[in-house]
């Protein structure tokens, strides 16, 4: 694909670089699965995209991804409701995500929802979807028409498409969509969680100016690191890196204020940033207690420090004035 | 409209004055528009009306039975009791008032309470179905109860020491690690024992069970405070939380010195939990104990608990690298750890804190029966898990359990017991340690760069004999084995939220 036209010595070391990006799909995913089983949240689909936990995962871990979760789900849900579902998503970097399903099961499913992954990702979910029934039953549910168009990095229905593709190249994103009928007219939400700070900040800057670009209307949610320039987030980029794991668009993680700048001087509109203890404290209180109450945390700062470096950030441009700046915790 | 009302007849129904025909009349007008509210399963409207019926007719048992059905459903089970209990006063052959008393106690946990109702709602009734099945189900519940409580305490007394055949534990020959010289502990098992640890291999089960078994011995022995004099001449070091982060300890004794007679140690709790290494940091510490059991002193942390080694990572390690059963037996040792040390009756010593109410003495420390797990408040919870804070007065805890105490609590706690100052820990510090309260709240944390993530320094607190303020030595983290990350529920490596 685009790695032919790479030099094959550098190809080996971005594949190996790639190679670690590509193994946080799996320790987002079991993270998940094991809160899941804790009881923090509901999804009945994760089971089916990756194992069980080895061990237990920290409480503050647990909390963290909670919040994740259900912060960038009422971000999602406010943009299907501003659009009346008359939209797409996006989601960029999907990983094993099971959003597509649970919209399904709320009757909230936008007019089309695409994946986007590494090829790698995309096959092994595909060979998920079309090997257990509850995952492909709904998708053949909501497809009409023709058979629905599988090879071994694409998955193509009326409702539901996955895409093998290297987001650093944008005009190859932007074609094979389009082969899946992505439609840049109808309002777009992108999302993007834990994605582009594995890219350098040229990369992810090119990726947001496509996407302001090419969609009149459209919304942006980037969950991802922030305010790493102090201790905490030193050591957290130390630990990675002896993981082989680089965070190459840190930079832009810098301050609340980096994240909000990247995103208008990429051709945005409006811009917010807030950290996610401060998403925690805006979430419905009555389900916190809950989670609170499934583990007890034995102290706070580990948590807040850990919410303090992780934020979520959306953009919005609308040229239909249909509101979407007004999206809001 | 209820205000116009009292304005008129110049205050509400009560105990004086009954309801006049038009307020009876309004109110069974309200109870009718809540009652269609709770067919809706709008409850809070529901309870809305009801409350406003009650205010104009406050005689009325239904009212209250009603409101308390709502109340139920609203999980509002407090309050839901309350109102059935005034139900059933004002009207006593009121049948569904027993009824909804009997499922708020239901909800409540109050079995035996609920039981007496459902027996009072059968006695009225004896040919209603439903009411001996409930009371049935009740009965089967209190029953139930009362066996798990009998073998409670009947498991309590029995120590998994007693299923323990350690005798006929055999060491195969490959074994090449440390071993108890005859059954005990000696300097040069310690030291061999370090270094096999430091290279990250496992201690024959049967001398970790030998450990254990002798070490929950000597601690049991100990009072729940410990009182040790420190001569003029003499020094000890005082470690705060350790956290499984093994090489962080040893360098502590590369630092410091190896513990000895001359040179005595006290572990202010917390050994286990969120590091990778705690099982070699918490036998190392055992094994000093017995080596030295009067110049070395381990006190109990908030993590030397079930609880907390359930979800923090100890319970994990332990059944990874031996069984379940030996952590079973850590368990128990765990609940024989001292609470508290005094050192020439001036300096106290505790993980967490002081107390959520004035007027505790040294003498009710030493009366506290610690070998359990710590109760959800009281003095030895408290122990355990309070924390200081900079204003007068105690606030509600961050954490959700105990307290947090000011100045003014530490000041008089002092004075009343003719103290200098408290050595706790618990909390982590970027400096690894902490002076408040005017002097007389030390904090001590010993655990640098905590979960590999805080960056802090950890410190350690000399007390001479001669002057028993404290003198602090900071220390920064050191390298140690990358084991796989998230190993053990910690987050030693952590990757965060990928």
Redesign the interface.
């Known amino acids: 694909m685009a790695a032919a036209a790479r030099d094959p010595v550098s190809a080996t070391g971005l594949d190996e670089a790639d190679e670690a990006v590509r193994g946080?799909c799996e320790?987002?995913s079991v993270?998940k699965r094991f809160a899941v089983s804790v009881g923090y949240w509901k999804d009945p689909y994760i089971q089916y995209f990756v194992r069980q936990?080895k061990?237990?995962?920290?409480?503050?871990?647990n909390r963290?991804?909670y919040a994740?979760v259900h912060g960038v789900s009422y971000l999602i849900k406010a943009f299907l409701k501003k659009t009346e579902c008359n939209c797409q998503i996006v989601n960029l970097g999907a990983g094993m995500d099971t959003l597509f399903w649970r919209l399904k099961d709320e009757n909230l499913l936008p007019r089309k929802y695409f994946e986007v992954d590494f090829p790698m990702i995309v096959a092994r979910k595909i060979h998920n979807i079309k090997s257990k029934p509850p995952l492909s039953k709904p998708i053949m549910e909501s497809h009409s028409g023709d058979s629905l168009l599988i090879d071994s990095h694409s998955l193509d229905s009326s409702r539901y498409s996955i895409v093998g593709a290297d987001l650093r190249f944008s005009s190859d994103l932007e074609e094979k969509l389009k082969k899946h009928n992505l439609d840049i007219h109808l309002p777009t939400l992108l999302v993007a969680e834990?994605v582009l700070v594995y890219m350098t900040p040229q990369q992810s800057s090119n990726l947001l100016k496509w996407a302001a670009s090419t969609f009149p209307v459209a919304m942006f949610i980037n969950y991802e690191?922030v305010n790493m320039t102090d201790?905490?987030g030193?050591?957290?980029i130390e630990?990675?890196q002896?993981?082989q794991?680089n965070l190459a668009g840190v930079e832009v993680c810098r301050s609340l204020d980096s994240q909000r700048e990247r995103l208008l001087l990429n051709g945005w509109e409006t811009a917010r940033a807030i950290d996610m203890m401060k998403v925690y404290s805006f979430l419905p209180q009555a389900d916190v207690k809950r989670i609170?109450g499934l583990?007890?945390?034995?102290?706070?700062?580990?948590f807040e420090?850990?919410m303090q470096?992780?934020c979520i950030c959306w953009a919005s441009k609308d040229s239909s004035n249909l509101g979407l700046a007004n999206i809001t915790f | 409209m209820a205000e116009g009302e009292r304005a008129e007849s110049g205050g509400g129904p009560g105990p004086g004055r009954p309801p006049s025909p038009a307020e009876v009349e309004r109110a069974e007008a309200l109870k009718t528009r809540a009652n269609e509210f709770f067919k809706g399963k709008d409850y809070e409207n529901a309870v809305k009306y009801y409350s406003s019926a009650i205010e104009l007719n406050p005689t009325n048992a239904i009212y209250y039975g009603n409101r308390s059905l709502a109340y139920l459903r609203t999980e509002c089970y407090g309050y839901a009791l309350a109102d059935a209990t005034r139900a059933v006063e004002l009207d006593k052959k009121y049948v569904k008032g027993y009824y909804r008393r009997a499922a708020s106690n239901m909800a409540l946990g109050k079995f035996k309470a609920a039981l007496r109702d459902y027996e009072t709602v059968v006695k009225v009734r004896p040919n209603d179905k439903d009411a001996k099945l409930k009371y049935q189900e009740c009965h089967k519940i209190v029953k139930q109860k009362a066996f798990e409580r009998a073998i409670a305490s009947d498991e309590h007394k029995r120590s998994v020491v007693d299923s323990l055949d350690i005798e006929s534990m055999t060491i195969e020959d490959e074994y090449s690690g440390p071993k108890l010289d005859g059954g005990k502990v000696t300097l040069a098992f310690m030291k061999d024992l370090m270094q096999w640890y430091k290279e990250q291999k496992k201690l024959h089960r049967k001398c970790a069970y030998q450990i254990l078994v002798q070490v929950k011995e000597v601690l049991a022995k100990l009072p729940t405070l410990v009182e040790t004099t420190l001569k003029e001449t003499e020094k000890v070091t005082v470690c705060g939380d350790t956290h499984g982060q093994y090489y962080d300890l040893l360098n502590i004794f590369e630092l410091n010195g190896l513990p000895s007679e001359s040179n005595p140690y006290i572990f202010n709790g917390d050994f286990v939990d969120?590091g990778s290494f705690s099982v070699e940091v918490i036998l190392t510490l055992f094994g000093f104990k017995l080596l030295y059991p009067d110049h070395f002193h381990l006190l109990r942390g908030?993590?030397e608990t079930d609880?907390?080694n359930q979800?923090?990572?100890f319970e994990?390690e332990v059944k990874a690298k031996y069984t379940a059963q030996m952590f079973a037996l850590f368990s128990e040792v765990f609940e024989w750890l001292p609470l508290a040390q005094c050192i020439n009756g001036k300096v106290l010593i505790m993980h967490g804190g002081l107390f959520s109410e004035d007027g505790v003495t040294l003498d009710d420390i030493r009366k506290i029966e610690r070998n359990r797990q710590p109760p959800d408040s009281g003095p030895m919870c408290d122990l355990l898990w309070s924390d200081p804070q900079p204003q007068n007065g105690r606030s509600v805890s961050?954490?959700?359990?105990s307290c947090q105490f000011g100045p003014d609590v530490t000041k008089s706690f002092l004075e009343r017991n003719r103290l200098d100052y408290i050595i706790r820990s618990h909390?982590?510090k970027p400096e690894g340690y902490e002076v408040a309260h005017d002097g007389k709240c030390v904090t001590v944390f010993s655990a640098p760069?905590?979960?590999?993530?805080?960056?802090n320094k950890g410190s350690y607190i000399h007390l001479r004999g001669s002057d028993l303020r404290p003198d602090f030595h900071q220390f920064t983290a050191v390298p140690h084995p990358?084991v796989k990350?998230?190993?053990?529920?910690?987050?030693l490596?952590?990757?965060?939220?990928?």
């Open positions: 946080t320790d987002a993270c936990a061990e237990r995962k920290a409480p503050e871990i963290g991804y994740r834990c690191q201790r905490f030193q050591i957290m630990n990675l002896r993981r794991c609170e583990e007890f945390l034995d102290e706070k700062e580990l420090q850990l470096h992780y | 969120r908030n993590h609880n907390m979800i923090y990572g994990g961050k954490r959700g359990v909390e982590v760069n905590y979960c590999d993530q805080m960056g990358n990350p998230m190993m053990y529920a910690n987050t490596l952590q990757l965060g939220m990928m």
